[in-house]
């Protein structure tokens, strides 16, 4: 992966916006309060962070005024990896600190959420209404008998109902998760009947692409399937009643009921996420109330600088974990800006609009929107007023550099781009934004505070400048607590901790800079290996998808029985383009050209589109597993695919080689 030099940033934060971060006031503050080091910049403050972990941490809580009901014994009663122990003793509650704005007289009235659906209309929904529908709807959760522990799970689309929804269950100590509405069914029940909800929250359809889905069949099933409910809440969103014996949204949020907020242990569940379940049920991933109070504080009040005169919009849905970290925004005191819809509708320029029309001053996508964009030759800077975005993020996969160079050609020359990574793992990032570091093209600014990021070779020796595994040798106060449905861990354990014991081995490709970027190549367990070398997958979709007539691509490394190896890279067209000997040439000629030689696959094959999990990534072991003659069944779990039928062509091909 192409990168500038350490002297050639592309953005360089002036000295006022250095001085003004919320980071360089805590590092000063830090440094007088417990020690930090108050000269030598981020880097020093990293440092420390990771070093004097317990302190830092405690830093964090006295920093961001946590409201422990009751005191905490130690910061860290046990640091091993799994099962740290964090703030033993404390209690605490996470949905309070999200609407402590509330209690402001000078915000009760201001914005808490800016609601927008594809009629681009906004809906505000201020801080006090937010707070008393929180206070009523968790009152009446608890009249239907939901306590500490049970969990509710939420069928819904991006909207206000769901964060209510989200910070009631929290408000009672209940366990939240939730599915977006175009999961079908199967999918649905794949994650929530590991769970066991008592009650759920449904939509009767919801609209994307300018289209009404309806769902009430889908609802139906689900409340056949799921024998622990107690209570279903329907949300009107199509217009319908409420079907029989399930109780109206209206009816359970109109009383003006001052909210009770269950004071929990730290380590209690907050919620539940998902892993895409590819080739297997979705690990069901646990993670607690202060942990994510913690972790998320720092995250976006630190890193992503944000704070009361912010709006914070982050193209999402409810089944990614970019919407609880959206919702988190709340905890300092930023206005959120939900969007409910097709991210491209009525055209590529769709987000860049809400931004504009939302004075969003963060705003989040993928990369692949980005590169998107790129590809559609639209100009935002030029076609909408960006002024108040100050930073655009992007995550879900590593931005390519021309992604980096046309958010800086094409919004502001002037504009922070926060690369970042980290997962549903743990409901943050490992690295990525600093607004105090200067931003080079193609990496992450750099590791995030108290996390102590490392690459790694399969010995365990520490890399600089070359590309090995992504670990984490410290713990993490977001990191599950545990995977539901197992007793005895094994699997949390498999899942992080097999390669290396005690230090977590994310399953991502990754080179620390020797100027302390972060570059992330993509998934390790995907890897291409040729000749012994180590490969980012990354970097070849960012040199093909380069070319105006590749919509898209895939690319896999097969090891053979007789010791070859098989690299096909596989590529979507855009409309009107042809695989010929021409293209062939040009897509070879541009990954010798920008990676090596050795990175050229041995074969070029167009596919029809490129299969993806429900959250957007593209599938690389599933497809990897059918090449190698994995039966369909057994390579993918049906219920994680954006279209199942696409394996069929990488099943059959398998087929046909073999023959």
Same mark, same amino acid.
């Not at 009643?241 to 009770?260: I, K, M, N, Q, Y």
């Given at each position: 992966?192409?990168?500038?030099?350490?002297?050639?940033?592309?953005?360089?934060?002036?000295?006022?916006?250095?001085?003004?971060?919320?980071?360089?006031?805590?590092?000063?503050?830090?440094?007088?309060?417990?020690?930090?080091?108050?000269?030598?910049?981020?880097?020093?403050?990293?440092?420390?962070?990771?070093?004097?972990?317990?302190?830092?941490?405690?830093?964090?809580?006295?920093?961001?005024?946590?409201?422990?009901?009751?005191?905490?014994?130690?910061?860290?009663?046990?640091?091993?990896?799994?099962?740290?122990?964090?703030?033993?003793?404390?209690?605490?509650?996470?949905?309070?600190?999200?609407?402590?704005?509330?209690?402001?007289?000078?915000?009760?009235?201001?914005?808490?959420?800016?609601?927008?659906?594809?009629?681009?209309?906004?809906?505000?929904?201020?801080?006090?209404?937010?707070?008393?529908?929180?206070?009523?709807?968790?009152?009446?959760?608890?009249?239907?008998?939901?306590?500490?522990?049970?969990?509710?799970?939420?069928?819904?689309?991006?909207?206000?109902?769901?964060?209510?929804?989200?910070?009631?269950?929290?408000?009672?100590?209940?366990?939240?998760?939730?599915?977006?509405?175009?999961?079908?069914?199967?999918?649905?029940?794949?994650?929530?009947?590991?769970?066991?909800?008592?009650?759920?929250?449904?939509?009767?359809?919801?609209?994307?692409?300018?289209?009404?889905?309806?769902?009430?069949?889908?609802?139906?099933?689900?409340?056949?399937?799921?024998?622990?409910?107690?209570?279903?809440?329907?949300?009107?969103?199509?217009?319908?009643?409420?079907?029989?014996?399930?109780?109206?949204?209206?009816?359970?949020?109109?009383?003006?009921?001052?909210?009770?907020?269950?004071?929990?242990?730290?380590?209690?569940?907050?919620?539940?996420?998902?892993?895409?379940?590819?080739?297997?049920?979705?690990?069901?991933?646990?993670?607690?109330?202060?942990?994510?109070?913690?972790?998320?504080?720092?995250?976006?009040?630190?890193?992503?600088?944000?704070?009361?005169?912010?709006?914070?919009?982050?193209?999402?849905?409810?089944?990614?974990?970019?919407?609880?970290?959206?919702?988190?925004?709340?905890?300092?005191?930023?206005?959120?800006?939900?969007?409910?819809?097709?991210?491209?509708?009525?055209?590529?320029?769709?987000?860049?609009?809400?931004?504009?029309?939302?004075?969003?001053?963060?705003?989040?996508?993928?990369?692949?929107?980005?590169?998107?964009?790129?590809?559609?030759?639209?100009?935002?800077?030029?076609?909408?007023?960006?002024?108040?975005?100050?930073?655009?993020?992007?995550?879900?996969?590593?931005?390519?550099?021309?992604?980096?160079?046309?958010?800086?050609?094409?919004?502001?020359?002037?504009?922070?781009?926060?690369?970042?990574?980290?997962?549903?793992?743990?409901?943050?990032?490992?690295?990525? /934004? #600093?607004?105090? !570091? %200067?931003?080079?093209?193609?990496? +992450?600014?750099?590791?995030?505070?108290?996390? *102590?990021?490392?690459? $790694?070779?399969?010995?365990?020796?520490?890399?600089?400048?070359?590309?090995?595994?992504?670990?984490?040798?410290?713990?993490?106060?977001?990191?599950?607590?545990?995977?539901?449905?197992?007793?005895?861990?094994?699997?949390?354990?498999?899942?992080?901790?097999?390669?290396?014991?005690?230090?977590?081995?994310?399953?991502?490709?990754?080179?620390?800079?020797?100027?302390?970027?972060?570059?992330?190549?993509?998934?390790?367990?995907?890897?291409?290996?040729?000749?012994?070398?180590?490969?980012?997958?990354?970097?070849?979709?960012? /040199? #093909?998808?380069? !070319? %105006?007539?590749?919509?898209?691509? +895939?690319?896999?490394?097969?090891?053979?029985? *007789?010791?070859?190896? $098989?690299?096909?890279?596989?590529?979507?067209?855009?409309?009107?383009?042809?695989?010929?000997?021409?293209?062939?040439?040009?897509?070879?000629?541009?990954?010798?050209?920008?990676?090596?030689?050795?990175?050229?696959?041995?074969?070029?094959?167009?596919?029809?589109?490129?299969?993806?999990?429900?959250?957007?990534?593209?599938?690389?072991?599933?497809?990897?597993?059918?090449?190698?003659?994995?039966?369909?069944?057994?390579?993918?779990?049906?219920?994680?695919?954006?279209?199942?039928?696409?394996?069929?062509?990488?099943?059959?091909?398998?087929?046909?080689?073999?023959?």
């Amino acid at each position: 992966m192409t990168a500038a030099t350490p002297d050639a940033p592309l953005w360089q934060p002036s000295p006022e916006r250095i001085e003004a971060a919320a980071v360089t006031r805590f590092q000063s503050w830090a440094a007088s309060r417990f020690g930090a080091p108050a000269e030598g910049g981020y880097a020093a403050l990293h440092r420390w962070s990771v070093d004097e972990l317990d302190t830092f941490w405690q830093a964090v809580a006295e920093w961001f005024d946590i409201r422990f009901s009751t005191p905490y014994e130690s910061v860290l009663g046990d640091r091993t990896m799994p099962g740290a122990a964090w703030f033993p003793g404390a209690t605490l509650n996470y949905a309070e600190h999200a609407l402590r704005t509330a209690e402001d007289p000078a915000r009760a009235d201001t914005p808490a959420l800016l609601y927008v659906d594809e009629t681009h209309t906004q809906v505000p929904i201020s801080w006090a209404d937010l707070r008393r529908q929180v206070g009523a709807l968790a009152a009446e959760l608890r009249a239907l008998g939901v306590t500490p522990g049970d969990r509710v799970s939420g069928y819904l689309p991006n909207i206000p109902q769901a964060v209510v929804a989200f910070l009631a269950t929290a408000a009672v100590g209940g366990v939240w998760t939730s599915c977006a509405p175009d999961f079908g069914a199967r999918s649905v029940l794949d994650r929530f009947q590991q769970i066991e909800p008592v009650v759920l929250f449904t939509v009767d359809g919801y609209r994307y692409g300018g289209k009404e889905h309806d769902r009430t069949e889908t609802v139906a099933e689900l409340r056949r399937e799921l024998p622990t409910l107690r209570a279903v809440v329907h949300i009107p969103l199509l217009g319908t009643d409420a079907p029989e014996g399930a109780l109206a949204w209206a009816a359970l949020t109109s009383a003006d009921t001052e909210p009770v907020f269950e004071q929990v242990p730290f380590g209690h569940p907050l919620w539940v996420l998902y892993s895409s379940g590819t080739t297997g049920l979705p690990k069901a991933i646990v993670q607690s109330q202060g942990g994510i109070l913690l972790e998320h504080f720092k995250q976006l009040g630190l890193h992503c600088d944000l704070g009361p005169e912010d709006r914070f919009f982050w193209y999402t849905s409810t089944g990614w974990m970019m919407w609880n970290f959206l919702v988190s925004g709340l905890l300092t005191g930023t206005t959120v800006v939900l969007y409910d819809g097709s991210p491209g509708y009525p055209d590529v320029s769709a987000q860049w609009r809400i931004a504009e029309q939302t004075g969003a001053t963060l705003y989040g996508t993928s990369a692949a929107y980005v590169m998107a964009c790129r590809k559609a030759g639209i100009h935002p800077g030029r076609d909408f007023d960006l002024s108040r975005v100050q930073c655009v993020a992007t995550t879900g996969s590593p931005l390519p550099p021309d992604g980096f160079r046309w958010l800086h050609d094409e919004v502001a020359e002037d504009l922070w781009i926060a690369s970042v990574s980290g997962g549903t793992d743990v409901c943050s990032c490992f690295a990525g /934004a #600093v607004p105090t !570091l %200067p931003v080079h093209i193609g990496e +992450l600014q750099a590791p995030c505070l108290g996390t *102590d990021l490392q690459s $790694w070779d399969p010995s365990g020796k520490r890399l600089t400048g070359e590309v090995g595994e992504l670990v984490v040798t410290n713990p993490l106060p977001s990191m599950p607590i545990r995977f539901w449905n197992d007793p005895d861990g094994s699997r949390y354990h498999d899942s992080y901790f097999d390669m290396y014991p005690g230090v977590w081995r994310h399953g991502d490709w990754v080179t620390i800079t020797d100027h302390g970027s972060v570059i992330i190549h993509g998934r390790s367990d995907s890897t291409l290996n040729r000749q012994g070398v180590r490969m980012g997958s990354a970097d070849i979709y960012e /040199a #093909v998808e380069r !070319l %105006p007539e590749i919509r898209e691509s +895939l690319v896999i490394g097969i090891e053979e029985p *007789d010791g070859g190896y $098989w690299m096909p890279l596989f590529v979507h067209l855009t409309e009107g383009a042809t695989l010929d000997d021409d293209l062939r040439g040009a897509i070879k000629a541009t990954i010798r050209e920008n990676l090596s030689p050795r990175h050229v696959p041995d074969e070029i094959i167009e596919v029809p589109a490129i299969p993806h999990t429900l959250t957007g990534k593209r599938i690389e072991v599933p497809v990897k597993r059918l090449l190698q003659g994995t039966e369909l069944a057994k390579a993918v779990n049906p219920g994680s695919v954006d279209n199942l039928d696409l394996l069929h062509f990488y099943a059959e091909l398998a087929a046909n080689r073999r023959r």
